[in-house]
């Protein structure tokens, strides 16, 4: 059963990068037809789907986001990382990643504050 885990700062002040890391265990991010998605959820409102990196390691983003994102991996280690360029306060949100937007991280929560 695969399990994914969210790693990452808490806190990152405006203007700044923020990156995470998602570590996968119980399946390898080279299998055939997966895809890594990252998403988040903002206080208050509904779920944003931010990009994804496939087996392969073919990237696609957000339109909305694509200039301030970038996902990469490693996998040497089955983990796939997201950068989020040029933050602000509105960055602020319960950060998954998940397979296939099927599998799902626990979340991690960052907060964009001076």
């Known amino acids: 059963q695969v399990q994914l885990q969210e790693s990452g700062p808490g806190l990152v002040k405006p203007s700044q990068t923020l990156s995470l890391t998602c570590t996968v265990s119980?399946?390898?991010?080279?299998?055939?037809?997966?895809?890594w998605s990252w998403i988040r959820q903002p206080p208050g409102k509904g779920l944003e789907w931010m990009g994804a990196?496939?087996?392969?390691?073919?990237?696609s983003y957000s339109p909305s986001l694509q200039s301030r994102t970038s996902i990469s991996r490693d996998t040497s280690k089955n983990q796939f990382t997201l950068q989020l360029s040029s933050v602000t306060p509105e960055d602020t949100a319960v950060y998954y990643c998940?397979?296939?937007?099927?599998?799902w991280g626990q979340g991690t929560q960052v907060t964009v504050s001076s």
């Open positions: 990196i496939t087996y392969s390691g073919s990237t």
């Open positions: 998940t397979r296939n937007c099927v599998d």
């Open positions: 119980g399946g390898s991010i080279t299998t055939n037809s997966y895809y």
